[in-house]
């Protein structure tokens, strides 16, 4: 992997980052997948020489961390194989991109947050499909960690806040520990109920979709110890 990024870089060094990330795209749509990859992972860390502000630099590597998801999500099925390979590959490259993140600078705070926190809510979502469940719940856990550090007290107002408990909650289910996969949803609705990026619509429709994953939860059978 790493000595096909090489090469993509060398011989892609007249290309823009944005250039770059046109061509995974088109990749991907012809069904090359994992060609698609060292292209994604090659636009996010940007090409020497070019120009582009802080922010479009945190908005090309929060795509190209989604570029490399939508493949991996492809891939992720139950072959022992394959989730290895994504493991190693895959979720290795989305998670140096979002460490190059933290580096872009200047930016505003609130704006590398969002950004970052994405990322980190697909590479869970990546982490969870292939049953790499403690680890995803870490990845979760750092997201909840970015948004205490930026929004201080205000963080329990923002969707996102919720949508991280949510995603927890969904871990816990998937190990079949429904007490906290409950906990966590609980969590989340208080959230969404004191929001305050969020209108009466979007409460109700987000309220009322943890209501329902929690009652799914207590007709499951209980717990792995």
């Not at 190059?100 to 499909?129: F, T």
């Not at 107002?157 to 949803?185: I, P, T, W």
Request: a positive charge.
């Amino acid at each position: 992997m790493q000595s096909n990024i090489t090469s993509i870089i060398k011989t892609n060094s007249h290309l823009t980052p944005e250039g770059i990330k046109q061509h995974a795209c088109n990749l991907q749509k012809a069904g090359r997948n994992v060609q698609a990859i060292p292209l994604w992972y090659t636009a996010a860390i940007c090409l020497p020489g070019t120009e582009t502000t802080s922010v479009a630099k945190l908005g090309l590597m929060k795509t190209c961390v989604s570029g490399i998801y939508e493949v991996a999500n492809k891939f992720a099925g139950n072959d022992e194989n394959i989730k290895r390979a994504v493991k190693l590959h895959f979720i290795h490259l989305m998670l140096d991109i979002r460490n190059k993140m933290e580096r872009v600078s200047p930016v505003d705070k609130e704006v590398k947050c969002s950004e970052i926190v994405s990322a980190l809510q697909m590479i869970a979502l990546i982490q969870a499909n292939i049953s790499e469940n403690r680890t995803a719940m870490e990845t979760l856990k750092q997201g909840l960690q970015h948004l205490r550090c930026t929004y201080v007290n205000m963080a329990q107002k923002r969707k996102v806040f919720g949508a991280l408990h949510e995603q927890l909650g969904d871990v816990y289910s998937k190990m079949l520990q429904h007490e906290d996969a409950n906990f966590c949803y609980t969590q989340a609705m208080d959230v969404y109920k004191n929001a305050i990026d969020m209108d009466k619509d979007d409460i109700l429709k987000s309220t009322q979709h943890c209501s329902k994953k929690m009652r799914r939860c207590r007709s499951t059978p209980k717990c792995k110890a």
